[in-house]
């Protein structure tokens, strides 16, 4: 199983970008999807999750501006992220449960890029 995260960049304050992450392989399930980041210095913090069933829940500091959905039929996640902050800097991660033939584990993309520039 792998999982491939895109659609970082640089953009500026109050800007958008559309996160995406694809899982690929021997794939039986995929249960709860989740985008988590890491900032410079920081330690990584979770940002958004969605279950199966598409139960969305979104850390409070980005509630309002960023959005998780999933599309179950391709395995994808993606994270709208609108009004971006300077603060929003951070290499973005997505993390799925997933079941194979060889039972259900935790996968971690490579993660993405995000700058946003004042």
């Known amino acids: 199983v792998q999982l491939q995260a895109s659609g970082g960049g640089l953009v500026q304050a109050g800007g958008s970008l559309r996160l995406s992450c694809a899982a690929s392989?021997?794939?039986?399930?995929?249960?709860?999807m989740h985008w988590y980041r890491q900032a410079p210095g920081k330690q990584r913090e979770w940002v958004a999750g969605?279950?199966?069933?598409?139960?969305?829940t979104i850390l409070d500091s980005v509630k309002g501006r960023f959005a998780v959905s999933r599309d179950n039929a391709n395995n994808m996640v993606y994270l709208q992220m609108n009004g971006l902050k300077p603060e929003d800097t951070a290499v973005y991660y997505c993390?799925?449960?997933?079941?194979?033939?060889?039972?259900?584990?935790?996968?971690w993309g490579q993660g993405t890029q995000v700058t946003v520039s004042s």
């Open positions: 993390k799925e449960t997933i079941a194979t033939a060889r039972g259900v584990n935790d996968y």
């Open positions: 392989g021997s794939i039986n399930s995929i249960n709860a």
């Open positions: 969605i279950t199966s069933g598409g139960s969305a």
